[in-house]
């Protein structure tokens, strides 16, 4: 009984271990939102983004006065004094006169940027700019890895869909093969023929092993892109792609373009860089205005050369100052001047940026909207190719069988249907996906 129980549970065991797990099937949505959390590339911007903020508040606490303290302790040795008065620390004068003595001083000091021409608040606002820029630029990341995502989701698909014909391919290429071998037993067909049929489910054999590997090197990009290591299976889902998918309205460009300025985030990133430049202008003009600075400070000290305890030291030798120091500039080197120039050409350099952002805004636009155009007029007219390559390959094969058609008119035949049927899959997925990028680059929103 113990040996059957053993038996039975390593049979399970086995069973069980043998039974294929089923790959997790990733939707698009899933893969956007797993990539937008775990692509490094945009974590990247987002900690840049981070870094900017803390500009932010570096700079805004500059506005508020600096406090510090400060003490020194300090052990001199003097082997030859001279009798006499000694100042010692403090300016004050002490007569107690020792080979060895001890100073500590004291101090508590704070200043103030009263006002320097407004140049501290523009900081906080160019600050405020940088950071606001930096959060575009991880916008604009997170834009670019979606549209890869969803170009990589499609041709998936398509690889998939294609598998599927060159599988149905193969197996009616390895009918023909074992009808052939039997038309040559009987000398209705010769070997020359045959090796014709053989060599065309050998070619057939080849492309669907070269569309699988295809396959999985979509699968690889995609997998990088959500930063996926493990060597667990991966899979995608295979959404419902009807003909009124493909067959749908395409916006016009006009319409996606106006929506896009005022959405895309690099649009908004060359505008605000501008803004951000004449900023600069007017902080740099700034430097020319005086800078008043408020100080204030508190000290006192001990030392052993007194006779007095430290604590009456301490109150004795305490003392308050106070001040306002005016700066005002005269002549900087051109160092003024030359913040002014290169501010107004950092400015110009950010209004060629927006102009080259806008026109390759509108070119990619026009690109989707020109290949979808052409890719659904493609789908159409394949639509009825592939109708009519499997009616002529149909009535083909029925020949064949009746040997009223010849080896050569029914692989020209075949390879009609597969050229078709590999330009309707390809038009129709290509339509899709361009739709839905003028639909993303219109709302924003990619499904």
Same mark, same amino acid.
């Given at each position: 009984m113990n040996k059957s129980f053993v038996a039975a549970a390593l049979a399970l065991t086995f069973l069980g271990a043998s039974q294929p797990i089923e790959a997790k099937q990733w939707s698009l949505q899933e893969c956007i939102d797993y990539a937008l959390k775990n692509n490094i590339t945009l974590q990247k911007t987002r900690i840049q983004h981070l870094s900017a903020l803390e500009d932010v508040k570096e700079s805004q606490a500059a506005l508020l006065p600096s406090l510090s303290a400060s003490t020194s302790q300090n052990l001199?040795?003097? @082997? *030859? @004094? !001279?009798t006499g008065s000694y100042v010692i620390a403090g300016d =004050? +004068?002490?007569?107690? +006169?020792? =080979?060895? &003595? &001890?100073? /500590?001083? &004291?101090?508590?000091?704070?200043? *103030?940027?009263v006002w320097n021409g407004g140049r501290n608040r523009d900081q906080v606002k160019a600050n405020q700019y940088t950071a606001a820029q930096a959060e575009l630029d991880s916008a604009t990341t997170a834009n670019n890895i979606q549209e890869q995502i969803a170009q990589l989701y499609v041709q998936i %698909?398509?690889?998939?869909?294609?598998?599927? +014909?060159?599988?149905?391919? %193969? !197996?009616?290429? =390895? =009918?023909?093969?074992?009808? /052939?071998?039997e038309f040559v037993k009987v000398g209705s067909m010769s070997k020359a #023929?045959?090796?014709?049929?053989?060599?065309?489910?050998?070619?057939? !054999? &080849?492309?669907? +092993?070269?569309a699988e590997s295809s396959l999985k090197d979509y699968k690889r990009q995609l997998k990088k892109l959500l930063q996926i290591t493990d060597q667990e299976e991966f899979d995608v889902v295979v959404p419902e792609t009807t003909d009124a998918m493909a067959l749908q309205s395409i916006p016009g460009v006009a319409a996606v373009y106006d929506s896009a300025l005022n959405i895309r985030p690099e649009i908004q990133n060359a505008m605000l860089g501008i803004k951000s430049s004449a900023l600069q202008i007017k902080m740099a003009k700034e430097m020319k205005l005086p800078t008043i600075s408020a100080n204030v400070g508190l000290s006192t000290n001990t030392t052993s050369m007194s006779s007095n305890a430290w604590g009456t030291q301490l109150k004795n030798n305490f003392g308050i100052g106070a001040g306002v120091t005016i700066s005002v500039p005269i002549f900087d080197n051109r160092q003024t001047k030359t913040a002014v120039n290169k501010a107004i050409l950092s400015k110009q350099s950010y209004e060629? #940026?927006?102009? #080259?952002?806008?026109?390759t805004l509108y070119s990619t636009i026009e690109n989707y909207w020109l290949q979808a155009v052409n890719n659904q007029a493609q789908y159409k007219s394949a639509k009825v190719s592939t109708q009519s390559a499997q009616a002529s390959y149909d009535l083909l094969s029925e020949q064949f069988k009746q040997n009223l058609k010849n080896i050569i008119e029914l692989m020209n035949g075949k390879d009609a249907l597969i050229k078709a049927q590999q330009a309707e899959l390809q038009a129709k997925y290509l339509t899709i996906l361009n739709v839905n990028m003028l639909k993303f680059y219109e709302s924003g929103t990619l499904k």
């Amino acid at each position: 009984m113990n040996k059957s129980f053993v038996a039975a549970a390593l049979a399970l065991t086995f069973l069980g271990a043998s039974q294929p797990i089923e790959a997790k099937q990733w939707s698009l949505q899933e893969c956007i939102d797993y990539a937008l959390k775990n692509n490094i590339t945009l974590q990247k911007t987002r900690i840049q983004h981070l870094s900017a903020l803390e500009d932010v508040k570096e700079s805004q606490a500059a506005l508020l006065p600096s406090l510090s303290a400060s003490t020194s302790q300090n052990l001199t040795y003097n @082997p *030859w @004094p !001279e009798t006499g008065s000694y100042v010692i620390a403090g300016d =004050k +004068v002490q007569t107690n +006169v020792k =080979k060895m &003595y &001890y100073n /500590g001083t &004291y101090a508590l000091s704070g200043s *103030w940027t009263v006002w320097n021409g407004g140049r501290n608040r523009d900081q906080v606002k160019a600050n405020q700019y940088t950071a606001a820029q930096a959060e575009l630029d991880s916008a604009t990341t997170a834009n670019n890895i979606q549209e890869q995502i969803a170009q990589l989701y499609v041709q998936i %698909l398509y690889s998939q869909e294609a598998i599927k +014909v060159y599988q149905q391919t %193969l !197996e009616t290429s =390895k =009918k023909n093969e074992e009808r /052939g071998q039997e038309f040559v037993k009987v000398g209705s067909m010769s070997k020359a #023929d045959l090796a014709q049929l053989t060599a065309q489910r050998a070619q057939d !054999e &080849y492309s669907l +092993v070269s569309a699988e590997s295809s396959l999985k090197d979509y699968k690889r990009q995609l997998k990088k892109l959500l930063q996926i290591t493990d060597q667990e299976e991966f899979d995608v889902v295979v959404p419902e792609t009807t003909d009124a998918m493909a067959l749908q309205s395409i916006p016009g460009v006009a319409a996606v373009y106006d929506s896009a300025l005022n959405i895309r985030p690099e649009i908004q990133n060359a505008m605000l860089g501008i803004k951000s430049s004449a900023l600069q202008i007017k902080m740099a003009k700034e430097m020319k205005l005086p800078t008043i600075s408020a100080n204030v400070g508190l000290s006192t000290n001990t030392t052993s050369m007194s006779s007095n305890a430290w604590g009456t030291q301490l109150k004795n030798n305490f003392g308050i100052g106070a001040g306002v120091t005016i700066s005002v500039p005269i002549f900087d080197n051109r160092q003024t001047k030359t913040a002014v120039n290169k501010a107004i050409l950092s400015k110009q350099s950010y209004e060629l #940026d927006l102009r #080259d952002q806008q026109t390759t805004l509108y070119s990619t636009i026009e690109n989707y909207w020109l290949q979808a155009v052409n890719n659904q007029a493609q789908y159409k007219s394949a639509k009825v190719s592939t109708q009519s390559a499997q009616a002529s390959y149909d009535l083909l094969s029925e020949q064949f069988k009746q040997n009223l058609k010849n080896i050569i008119e029914l692989m020209n035949g075949k390879d009609a249907l597969i050229k078709a049927q590999q330009a309707e899959l390809q038009a129709k997925y290509l339509t899709i996906l361009n739709v839905n990028m003028l639909k993303f680059y219109e709302s924003g929103t990619l499904k």
